[in-house]
């Protein structure tokens, strides 16, 4: 193992996070510190890219504000990230949907994914 992965591992903290990918809706609760006061930010868009592995990880989230295209980028282990929710999982193709930058109105939709559960049936109850 090289020496510098060997630091990067034991210096970054493992943090427990939901897996997620390009194409999915997340809710990211962000540390904000204003002043003397550190409040939550929740920002929710939809992954563009997941980059890099380890500690240079990071994760590229986009959201339109106002109707201005708006992307950030947070570092997998960052110690402001208070936590992240999975809200919907989206089908795409590819590990990174900058098409997705240009795309308005209806083609600037993400399909969800549908969890599909095969329910098995139950068996009639004899009556009598």
Do not use: W
């Not at 409040?39 to 939809?46: K, N, S, T």
């Not at 939709?109 to 009556?127: D, F, G, L, S």
Request: hydrophobic share 35%; proline share 2%.
């Amino acid at each position: 193992m090289n020496l510098i992965q060997y630091v990067e591992e034991k210096l970054a903290g493992k943090k427990e996070l939901p897996s997620f990918k390009a194409g999915d809706t997340i809710t990211v609760h962000y540390k904000i510190k204003e002043g003397d006061k550190e409040r939550v930010q929740q920002y929710q868009g939809v992954v563009i890219q997941c980059r890099g592995e380890g500690a240079s990880a990071s994760f590229t989230v986009r959201k339109i504000s106002n109707g201005v295209g708006v992307e950030r980028v947070f570092p997998v282990n960052s110690a402001f990230i208070d936590k992240i929710e999975v809200n919907k999982v989206g089908v795409v193709r590819r590990a990174r949907i900058y098409y997705i930058r240009e795309a308005k109105g209806k083609k600037a939709r993400i399909e969800e994914k549908q969890n599909y559960e095969v329910e098995t049936a139950k068996p009639a109850e004899a009556t009598a």
